[in-house]
């Protein structure tokens, strides 16, 4: 299924927008109170691609990405206009499971916040939330997702140790285990690498091309190289708004938009 | 700014802290260092045989020959004093001597009934001795010693009378013999105040040595030892060897205290040596020794604080502490998430806000009268318990007492849990409640653990509410939390007012009040102890 809908976008070519995106919003508004947060957002993400948020600073990109998981709940005041679908299903509508969409879009923060806690604990908190609770069991799900974080090789031996212990890639690299753990088909991450040395970027960067395979990524960043480097897809945000979302090679290359082309040369931002 | 003002500056403010620090020491040394020296003498100090007597007596510890032993010498070295007390007190308690005259007098007229004597003989036997009986009382209760010596020569004009030989009658003359050998050298006309100043002297030697040998054993157990430590003892001897008089000045003026030595009282009479002679040998009658008495941590004190330790006192202030905490912790800690984590910034919370830190500055008293009201006539017969102060009303009315301190150091301790750790959560799919038990709740713990130090160390101490509501000064070791029982802060204030008892046993009252202090000291430990392990836990070591 997943590999139809790639050779799908493959054959597409140049367009972004595919026929069953995993997520769509619909003139999307989002306001914190009466401040807007963004606006009119349109735009399609396709399954097992990697898309890239940039903009500057205020734009709304964390907004609009804080959105798509609901995150953005937990702030009094805010409501949403338009529409929102993640997986078929329309997020903020009222019957929706809160828990289980947060389960199926996980999300990595800009500082590495993994629990003062074990590695173990750290990674078994998702899949302990839903449910599972045997031994070999967890065991099993915690060494896929190290692996999958390519964090197993350099914790394995003591995963009884503080999660705090380890270093600030490291720790990024188990958050991103502890939100695979609870097998999510979308990964949000927003500026994953801004409080990382440039050799612990380097991984997460490699890391996120592995992972494209198996989920959708989202990742916002401030680094353009980055996301050039690893990304399928860029959105331009500004000013709350979409303004241009296109594949990454064009949006830095052949921008359509004149503040694309402004904000890529850097000629404000 | 020069560099040379901002160095001097530099230097002054490190001068002035460290100053300050210093001065924060000296502060402490000088109100903790007196009251763990008083203090410490409730455990170490000199005890003397009567300790090791009583110890042996209430607690069935030592070694019972050789405590023996050691009263028998005791003893040999205590018998002049009550011996020549008592050839003292032979020649002047008058009445004492009044009564035996009259004894013997009845016992006479009854012997003379069966006897086969003519009914004349009888009369004028009977004349004859209310005759001497009555000279004897003159002479006993006259304070001239013409009149006396008058009365005492003509009943013994009698001594060698046949009609008396053998027969209960000759007591009489016997009475009048052993007077007039116990009188010489006695003032007369002093007698009345040397009867009372020796029975005086006979009461401070009661505490000092306790009961006199043959003497009924008192029915207080208070009374049945001496001075069971050195400083008591010498407190005694100085009560012994003093007399102390109030004399007054003049109208309006206060009174004077006058101290006479007691041998000046008794100038002139075998007394007068005795008291040197106590000072000398008071060592070989207590043979004080040096005593560690570690059990006075888990002593009852049989009557009344007078012996023994103060183990249900730390029993009942633990006791009220944990169960205290047992209330105050989880009542605060919802109270605080329900602040932090639900309530919205509107007016019912702001009161509710500001009602806790109104409550924090409520004097304790109150918390008492509260705790009397609520808890005790209101709150327990409820459930049908007994409607009396009892360790559950009392460490509820305590948890009340610690509450808001409870919920403000809660909230401070949630509200600082980094808000990344909650999002963290949230977006892993757990329930608010879930993050809260899970996350929130962990990393506020050492927090909320600061919370318990600092009520906990409030709540041992309280004296006040628990006043009315389950403290008692004296009583049984409770049984059940329904019980009252004795707390280190209330039994400290009991002593205090009851002002006899302190000067009694002095060491006991800073005994008390030291050991509450290590007891909050070890329980603070403890829970700092486990705050850092968590700490170190959080942080990764
Ligand atoms: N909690 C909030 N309450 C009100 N306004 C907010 C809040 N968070 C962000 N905003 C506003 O929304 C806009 C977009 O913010 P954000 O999405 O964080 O931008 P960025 O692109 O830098 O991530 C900004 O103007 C910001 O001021
Ligand atoms: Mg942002």
């Not at chain 1, 500004?238 to 594949?247: N, R």
């Not at chain 2, 006192?313 to 009542?331: D, K, R």
Request: aromatic share 8%.
């Amino acid at each position: 299924m997943k590999e139809n809908i790639r050779d799908k976008t493959a054959q597409n070519g140049e367009t972004a927008q595919c026929a069953c995106p995993i997520i769509s919003s619909k003139d999307f508004n989002f306001y914190y109170g009466t401040t807007m947060g963004v606006k009119n957002i349109t735009m399609n993400i396709n399954p097992c691609s990697v898309t890239a948020i940039i903009g500057p600073s205020g734009c709304g990109k964390s907004t609009f990405l804080r959105s798509i998981n609901r995150m953005n709940d937990l702030i009094p005041g805010v409501w949403t206009e338009g529409k929102l679908v993640v997986d078929g299903q329309d997020i903020y509508d009222k019957r929706v499971n809160l828990v289980n969409l947060r389960q199926q879009v996980g999300m990595v923060f800009q500082k590495p916040n993994p629990f003062p806690k074990s590695i173990f604990d750290n990674v078994a908190y998702g899949p302990r939330l839903q449910g599972i609770t045997q031994r070999t069991a967890l065991d099993e799900v915690i060494e896929q997702s190290l692996k999958a974080s390519a964090l197993w090789e350099e914790v394995k031996d003591n995963l009884r140790k503080s999660a705090l212990a380890l270093s600030g890639g490291q720790q990024q690299r188990l958050c991103i285990a502890r939100a695979l753990a609870t097998r999510p088909r979308v990964l949000l991450m927003d500026e994953p690498c801004s409080a990382l040395d440039p050799l612990a970027t380097g991984k997460i960067e490699d890391l996120i091309n592995q992972l494209k395979n198996d989920y959708t990524i989202v990742i916002v960043t401030h680094n353009m190289q980055q996301a050039a480097r690893v990304s399928e897809t860029t959105a331009f945000f500004c000013l709350g708004e979409l303004i241009e979302y296109d594949l990454t090679s064009k949006i830095f290359e052949n921008p359509s938009n004149k503040k694309t082309e402004d904000y890529i040369t850097g000629r404000f931002g | 700014m020069r560099p040379g003002i901002r160095i001097a500056i530099d230097k002054i403010f490190t001068v002035v802290a460290g100053a300050s620090v210093v001065c924060l020491c000296l502060v402490l040394a000088g109100v903790l260092g007196p009251m763990l020296w008083r203090g410490g003498s409730a455990v170490a100090f000199k005890g003397t045989v009567e300790f090791r007597k009583m110890q042996l007596v209430l607690f069935g510890r030592g070694d019972e020959d050789k405590i023996a032993a050691e009263s028998r010498q005791a003893e040999i070295a205590r018998a002049k004093i009550y011996s020549t007390i008592e050839k003292f007190k032979g020649g002047i308690d008058s009445e004492a001597l009044i009564d035996k005259a009259k004894q013997i007098y009845r016992q006479f007229g009854n012997d003379l009934r069966q006897t086969d004597r003519t009914a004349e003989e009888v009369a004028e036997l009977r004349s004859v001795t209310r005759q001497i009986r009555d000279r004897l009382e003159s002479a006993f209760a006259s304070s001239n010693a013409a009149e006396v010596n008058e009365s005492l020569a003509y009943v013994l004009n009698f001594k060698d009378d046949p009609r008396f030989k053998n027969t209960s009658a000759a007591g009489l003359i016997g009475l009048a013999e052993q007077y007039s050998k116990d009188i010489h050298g006695i003032n007369l006309a002093e007698r009345q105040r040397y009867y009372q100043e020796i029975r005086q002297v006979e009461d401070i030697l009661t505490e000092l040595l306790g009961p006199a040998p043959g003497t009924a054993t008192p029915a207080l157990m208070m009374n049945r030892f001496g001075a069971t430590r050195w400083d008591l003892a010498q407190k005694l001897l100085g009560q012994l060897c003093w007399y102390e008089e109030w004399i007054k000045q003049g109208p309006g003026q206060p009174m004077v205290k006058r101290l006479t030595p007691r041998s000046q009282r008794f100038a002139g009479t075998e007394i007068e040596g005795l008291f040197i002679y106590i000072q000398k040998n008071l060592p070989e009658m207590l043979k004080p020794k040096p005593t560690f008495y570690w059990q006075y941590f888990i002593d009852d004190s049989t009557p009344g604080h007078y012996f023994g330790g103060v183990g249900p006192e730390i029993l009942g202030t633990l006791l009220l502490t944990i169960l205290a905490m047992l209330f105050v912790v989880p009542f605060g800690v919802i109270s605080a998430a329900y602040l932090v984590e639900c309530a919205s910034d509107n007016l019912v919370i702001r009161i509710i806000r500001m009602s806790i830190n109104t409550l924090a500055g409520v004097p304790s008293i109150v918390f008492g009268l509260f705790g009397l009201a609520f808890f005790v006539l209101f709150f327990l017969p409820l459930f049908g318990a007994p409607s009396k102060g009892c360790i559950l009303a009392a460490s509820m009315t305590l948890a009340v007492l610690t509450l808001p301190v409870m919920i403000r150091a809660s909230e401070e301790a949630i509200r600082a849990v980094p808000q990344t750790y909650k999002e963290a959560s949230l977006a892993l799919g757990a329930s608010r409640f879930r993050t809260f038990v899970k996350v929130t709740l962990p990393a506020a713990l050492p927090g909320i653990l600061t919370g318990v130090i600092l009520s906990l160390s409030r709540v041992a101490g309280e004296t006040a509410p628990v006043l009315f509501t389950g403290a008692v000064a004296l009583g049984p070791v409770p049984k059940s939390i329904f019980d009252p029982t004795r707390t280190l802060s209330y039994g400290s204030y009991d002593m205090a007012v009851g002002d006899k008892l302190a000067a009694m046993v002095p060491h006991n009252q800073f005994g008390m009040v030291v050991t509450l202090v290590l007891l909050i000291l070890c329980l603070n430990t403890v829970a700092i102890i486990l705050r850092s392990r968590m700490f170190k836990k959080l942080a990764g070591h």
